[in-house]
């Protein structure tokens, strides 16, 4: 058994490695906008060795997030639900790269929500392991598709997925909302009003954020205020739908950086809901625990 490691989360649009002291401390870190889909033809192994070719070969490497997808290197089925440190350290693959470095990836995990549809994560059930700290906890991970995860003596029970960053981004870019907008100026009280907007009335939301448009044809809303609205709107509106399945008055603890989750926290606050920001790099220490439950790890 080995106490060194690389720790990899490579997801959809970044890429983290970290070169691991024997107690999980890091040596080095390299961070890329180099996700998986910006990698061509499937050549990981390259992709992989032009960020950490300088690293000991010999050094086993546990990787987690959308690399483990069909988009990825190596797909994974996925562990349902309630899953834990030995559920998920008992799925973990071995794979050997052209380079000959030894792999172990981390899968995903499953549910099926009250209708029955099945729901999905990949990286971000490393990063509950990595904080959890025992007993009822609620986890939030912002992001092009944020997760509201819930944990019980440090199982992940259930989570629900919310495509906000995703919707977001495509109604400002390529819909009739964004062509009025001017500016990306961060404005609080627009911001505000959009999440409010969406706390009281989620199920109205195809109709509510056309006002985006309409605010500022009638000369009621700066076009530099209108994205931050919007953005409101549509997390303010996630919000609405995951409160109403976890418990208001829960802590919930985001994991994100603060440049990352301001506007989640902010938008929580606003809701009343209690929240703080989890640990940094929960992620390394999710991937550590994983090893450690496999036997990788001493």
Same mark, same amino acid.
């Given at each position: 058994?080995?106490?060194?490691?690389?720790?990899?989360?490579?997801?959809?649009?970044?890429?983290?490695?970290?070169?691991?002291?024997?107690?999980?401390?890091?040596?080095?870190?390299?961070?890329?906008?180099?996700?998986?889909?910006?990698?061509?033809?499937?050549?990981?192994?390259?992709?992989?060795?032009?960020?950490?070719?300088?690293?000991?070969?010999?050094?086993?490497?546990?990787?987690?997030?959308?690399?483990?997808?069909?988009?990825?290197?190596?797909?994974?089925?996925?562990?349902?639900?309630?899953?834990?440190?030995?559920?998920?350290?008992?799925?973990?693959?071995?794979?050997?790269?052209?380079?000959?470095?030894?792999?172990?990836?981390?899968?995903?995990?499953?549910?099926?929500?009250?209708?029955?549809?099945?729901?999905?994560?990949?990286?971000?059930?490393?990063?509950?392991?990595?904080?959890?700290?025992?007993?009822?906890?609620?986890?939030?991970?912002?992001?092009?598709?944020?997760?509201?995860?819930?944990?019980?003596?440090?199982?992940?029970?259930?989570?629900?997925?919310?495509?906000?960053?995703?919707?977001?981004?495509?109604?400002?870019?390529?819909?009739?909302?964004?062509? !009025?907008?001017?500016?990306? &100026? @961060?404005?609080?009280?627009?911001?505000?009003?959009? #999440?409010?907007? *969406?706390?009281? $009335?989620? %199920?109205?939301?195809?109709?509510?954020?056309?006002?985006?448009?309409?605010?500022?044809?009638?000369?009621?809303?700066?076009?530099?205020?209108?994205?931050?609205?919007?953005?409101?709107?549509?997390?303010?509106?996630?919000?609405?739908?995951?409160?109403?399945?976890?418990?208001?008055?829960?802590?919930?603890?985001?994991?994100?950086?603060?440049? !990352?989750?301001?506007?989640? &926290? @902010?938008?929580?606050?606003?809701?009343?809901?209690? #929240?703080?920001? *989890?640990?940094? $790099?929960? %992620?390394?220490?999710?991937?550590?625990?994983?090893?450690?439950?496999?036997?990788?790890?001493?």
């Amino acid at each position: 058994m080995r106490s060194a490691f690389i720790a990899l989360d490579w997801g959809t649009s970044s890429f983290r490695a970290y070169l691991l002291n024997k107690d999980g401390t890091a040596q080095e870190t390299v961070t890329a906008p180099h996700g998986i889909l910006a990698v061509k033809d499937g050549a990981f192994d390259a992709a992989l060795e032009s960020h950490i070719g300088k690293w000991d070969m010999k050094l086993p490497i546990m990787a987690s997030g959308m690399i483990t997808s069909r988009q990825g290197w190596v797909e994974l089925p996925y562990v349902a639900c309630p899953a834990g440190l030995q559920s998920i350290a008992a799925a973990v693959h071995l794979h050997t790269s052209k380079h000959g470095r030894k792999i172990y990836f981390v899968p995903g995990i499953s549910t099926r929500g009250p209708d029955g549809a099945p729901d999905v994560i990949r990286g971000e059930e490393t990063q509950v392991l990595g904080a959890t700290e025992g007993g009822s906890e609620h986890f939030v991970t912002p992001g092009t598709h944020s997760k509201w995860i819930a944990v019980k003596d440090n199982e992940i029970t259930g989570f629900s997925s919310y495509m906000t960053g995703e919707v977001f981004a495509l109604l400002k870019t390529h819909s009739i909302l964004g062509k !009025l907008m001017t500016g990306e &100026m @961060a404005t609080p009280p627009a911001f505000e009003q959009g #999440v409010r907007a *969406g706390l009281k $009335d989620p %199920a109205g939301f195809l109709h509510n954020i056309f006002s985006t448009r309409t605010l500022a044809l009638f000369s009621e809303m700066p076009t530099d205020h209108l994205s931050s609205y919007l953005s409101g709107q549509v997390i303010g509106t996630e919000i609405a739908h995951a409160i109403a399945k976890n418990p208001a008055g829960a802590q919930y603890r985001i994991l994100a950086t603060p440049a !990352l989750g301001e506007h989640y &926290m @902010a938008a929580m606050k606003i809701a009343g809901l209690n #929240v703080s920001y *989890g640990k940094p $790099d929960v %992620a390394v220490i999710g991937l550590r625990r994983i090893a450690v439950a496999a036997g990788l790890l001493a």
